[in-house]
């Protein structure tokens, strides 16, 4: 029943910007961590970004200095903000949450269905 739904996906330039959303629903106790991930055509899928519940942050190399991840708790919402958008990061962009649902049990992870981001002129 817990349901993650991306949003802010789109076209844009090289060098623009987009900012991703992705709200958790459902039956939720708690969310740990939360991440996203991306796929590209013909590639693996990559981790793009993760964020304790505590706000510590990861980057992969190929986005850092460029990607900023977020939260919002009381939303049970995590953010992705692009900056310096390059045509390499076009995927479709999936988040995920590792969320516990009933109290004392342990965390399963959720995955949204994916929104696409294309970085073309």
Same mark, same amino acid.
């Given at each position: 029943?817990?349901?993650?739904? &991306?949003? +802010?996906?789109?076209? !844009?330039?090289? +060098?623009?910007?987009?900012?991703l959303?992705?709200?958790?629903? +459902?039956?939720?106790?708690? *969310?740990? =961590?939360?991440?996203w991930?991306?796929?590209a055509?013909?590639?693996?899928? &990559?981790?793009?970004?993760? *964020?304790?519940s505590?706000?510590?942050?990861?980057?992969? %190399?190929?986005?850092?200095?460029?990607?900023? *991840?977020?939260? %919002?708790?009381?939303?049970?919402?995590?953010?992705l903000?692009?900056?310096?958008?390059?045509? &390499? %990061?076009? =995927?479709?962009?999936?988040?995920?949450?590792? *969320?516990?649902?009933?109290?004392?049990?342990?965390?399963?992870?959720?995955?949204g269905? +994916?929104?696409? !981001?294309?970085?073309?002129?």
């Amino acid at each position: 029943q817990v349901q993650l739904v &991306e949003s +802010g996906g789109g076209l !844009v330039q090289p +060098g623009g910007s987009l900012r991703l959303s992705c709200a958790a629903s +459902g039956s939720i106790f708690s *969310i740990n =961590a939360m991440g996203w991930y991306r796929q590209a055509p013909g590639k693996q899928r &990559e981790l793009v970004a993760t *964020i304790t519940s505590g706000g510590s942050t990861n980057y992969a %190399d190929s986005v850092k200095g460029r990607f900023t *991840i977020s939260r %919002d708790n009381a939303k049970n919402t995590v953010y992705l903000q692009m900056n310096s958008l390059k045509p &390499e %990061d076009t =995927a479709v962009y999936y988040c995920n949450g590792d *969320i516990v649902v009933r109290r004392r049990s342990v965390p399963s992870r959720y995955w949204g269905q +994916g929104t696409q !981001v294309t970085v073309s002129s």
